[in-house]
């Protein structure tokens, strides 16, 4: 047996990370919120056991919150961010190979434990995870990626399994029988589009998309389908990605927390947005020929004038750098502002990325001030990094931000911020 991998879940990671740092909250139904505390994004489980969907709007779930006494939480990016880092460092020490494949999930490469019972090496991984980092997580093994995210589904869903199912040595009959059982809208990388085409001539689960016609497949789901299929039937055609490809675009936008009319609180949106992208930019070591910014109206409110926009720079030489970055956005954010509007929400997208060493220089570069700006930008990042985000900013993003999104249940910083580390008190009085 040449291929066995494993695939670590995190259960319900949003919800789990609110636990950690607050215990009382075991056994109690969660909801986290998504951007300006708009819709369910993330659920416990007792949360959805009460039925409440996700991506349902906060405001028609009021009844049941309070009926129920469910915690809300706003989205706490860096919280959650921080955590993912802590459990990826931890699974790494469990393979040589693994990869990050999400902020709450990593396929784990176990080629050559097949002497091992990895039904154990699994409870070992699960209870390590737990034990250091305090987030649950389940765990499918198989032979193909595909294989491992139904495993893994089902040591979600069956308590029996204790988070650990291994189906890499099952046989082909075990297997059909558990793919028999799989909604075919369960099976990674069928979309929901793909799913309505599937069900329309009667391929509703996994089994029947195994067995299907390759010739039907490859016609209607392209090459990317017939992958699926041959990795549901055992044969892995999806290899693991030792390193994240670049991103090709990097977008940093969000709605705002109330409607902005001001040129000037607009850009100090954009020079945020900018700024964002560009620490993006420079931790994947690329730069960007390309900046886009973008406006619009709340298009929900019909009562009020409607407006949006987009417009497209090419920059005289790719760049990382912040200052630069800022600087396009903002000119070209005058471009395409118009008063008399209330917006809600604006962005900035960088998009013709190329890597960092493959810079083209024009005649008239000035290298010595080139080389002040990359090392005043790496000690800029240096310092936010070790103290914490915008300890050092550039004033043009402001410093109140009243235009930021609302989050009016997050929690602390449990781990990024000084200022918010839990304090542990004693019940003895001090002598």
């Not at 389940?138 to 988070?163: C, E, F, P, Y």
């Not at 004038?305 to 920059?315: A, K, L, R």
Request: glycine share 6%; net charge positive.
């Amino acid at each position: 047996m040449n291929n066995i991998i494993a695939l670590v879940d995190c259960n319900n990671f949003y919800a789990s990370c609110e636990r950690v740092f607050n215990p009382d909250l075991e056994g109690k139904p969660i909801i986290v919120l998504s951007n300006n505390d708009g819709c369910v994004v993330a659920r416990s489980n007792e949360a959805k056991a009460l039925g409440i969907p996700f991506g349902k709007p906060v405001f028609e779930c009021k009844e049941l919150i309070k009926n129920h006494h469910i915690y809300v939480f706003s989205s706490n990016y860096a919280l959650y961010g921080d955590m993912s880092h802590r459990v990826m460092d931890t699974l790494a020490q469990f393979t040589p190979d693994m990869e990050i494949y999400s902020i709450d999930e990593a396929f784990l490469s176990l080629k050559g434990f097949y002497k091992r019972n990895l039904t154990k090496y699994g409870q070992k991984i699960r209870s390590t995870v737990n034990k250091w980092i305090g987030i649950p997580v389940s765990i499918g093994i198989a032979t193909t990626k595909t294989l491992t995210k139904v495993a893994n589904r089902i040591a979600k869903k069956n308590h029996k399994l204790d988070g650990v199912l291994d189906i890499s040595y099952y046989s082909e009959v075990e297997i059909d029988k558990i793919l028999n059982e799989t909604e075919i809208g369960d099976v990674w990388g069928v979309g929901w589009e793909y799913e309505k085409l599937l069900k329309r001539n009667g391929i509703t689960t996994a089994l029947k998309l195994k067995n299907a016609s390759d010739k039907w497949i490859k016609k209607h789901m392209t090459v990317m389908g017939l992958r699926t299929v041959f990795e549901l039937r055992g044969i892995s055609c999806i290899s693991l990605e030792d390193t994240t490809p670049p991103n090709e675009e990097i977008m940093s936008s969000r709605s705002f927390g109330r409607p902005v009319e001001t040129l000037e609180e607009l850009k100090e949106a954009v020079a945020t947005y900018a700024t964002l992208s560009s620490e993006r930019l420079r931790a994947q070591n690329s730069l960007a020929s390309i900046i886009n910014v973008f406006l619009a109206t709340n298009r929900f409110k019909k009562d009020e004038p409607q407006y949006s926009n987009c417009i497209s720079y090419e920059i005289p030489e790719p760049t990382n750098d912040t200052s630069e970055l800022i600087n396009y956005a903002n000119k070209n954010l005058e471009k395409i502002y118009k008063t008399g509007y209330k917006y809600k929400k604006a962005g900035v997208l960088l998009s013709g990325i190329v890597p960092k060493n493959q810079k083209q220089l024009n005649l008239f570069t000035n290298r010595t001030r080139s080389n002040k700006k990359n090392k005043l930008t790496q000690a800029i990042d240096t310092i936010n990094t070790k103290w914490g985000r915008n300890i050092i900013h550039y004033a043009g993003t402001g410093i109140e931000q009243s235009w930021q999104m609302r989050r009016m249940k997050k929690s602390q910083n449990y781990t990024t911020q000084w200022d918010e580390i839990p304090i542990i008190k004693s019940k003895y009085p001090e002598k």
